[in-house]
């Protein structure tokens, strides 16, 4: 894969996070996720980058979800 191709898939995913962090939404999440998945099997990032991705990809959810709990009331 050319580097302008790398460029332009990291672009792609740093956008998601944008959106997702704007507003989260399933969809968007599934998307995000599956991006981040086929980058790293294609080879456009490496490992360490992938697993970087992943984490954000996981905080942004965990916000997400403390979003909730503090607007729902949370169940003991």
């Known amino acids: ?9 990291v ?6 996070f944008e959106a997702i962090d704007a507003a989260f ?3 968007l999440r599934g998307e995000l996720m599956m991006a981040i998945d086929l980058a790293g099997l ?10 970087s991705y992943t984490e954000r990809l996981n905080r ?15 169940v003991a």
């Open 60 to 74: 942004a959810i965990d916000r997400n979800n403390e979003a909730w709990l503090e607007a729902n009331g949370r």
């Open 11 to 16: 672009a792609i995913i740093d956008s998601r």
């Open 25 to 27: 939404s399933e969809g």
């Open 42 to 51: 294609t080879g456009a990032i490496d490992l360490p980058k992938q697993r």
């Open 1 to 9: 894969m050319n580097r302008g191709t790398r460029q332009e898939v």
